[in-house]
Nanobody
Framework: QVQLVESGGGLVQPGGSLRLSCAASGATLDYYAIGWFRQAPGKEREGVSCIAIRYGITYYADSVKGRFTVSRDNAKNTVYLQMNSMKPEDTGVYYC???????????????????WGQGTQVTVSS
């Protein structure tokens, strides 16, 4: 049973950067896929990015492509989301989620991720 804890959220100005961390415990993330999702108040939760840990295969939503980068540090059993050139519409609670993945698959289908962290707030504002 894997547990996930997000950290690194906060307040940033438009154009600024933040790095979120998703630290896992209870299982080694090899053969897992990790997804990043976000939810703004009053809006549906949406997929942001994902990574298949063993193979490093990544995917990005069009809204963040070219600005965000997902990566992993296997020694720390941690996944990161580097967010650059941030926009006000990036504001929301960011969640990481995990599923067991034996193949090189990574997607943003929320129903396929059974394990979720508690979320961390990101606010982009002047």
């Amino acid at each position: 049973q894997v547990q996930l804890v997000e950290s690194g959220g906060g307040l940033v100005q438009p154009g600024g950067s933040l790095r979120l961390s998703c630290a896992a415990s209870g299982a080694t993330l090899d053969y897992y896929a990790i997804g990043w999702f976000r939810q703004a108040p009053g809006k549906e939760r949406e997929g942001v990015s994902c990574i298949a840990i063993r193979y490093g295969i990544t995917y990005y939503a069009d809204s963040v492509k070219g600005r965000f980068t997902v990566s992993r540090d296997n020694a720390k059993n941690t996944v990161y989301l580097q967010m650059n050139s941030m926009k006000p519409e990036d504001t929301g609670v960011y969640y990481c989620a995990a599923r067991q993945e034996l193949f090189r698959l990574c997607d943003l289908s929320q129903s396929r991720y059974p394990y979720w962290g508690q979320g961390t707030q990101v606010t982009v504002s002047s």
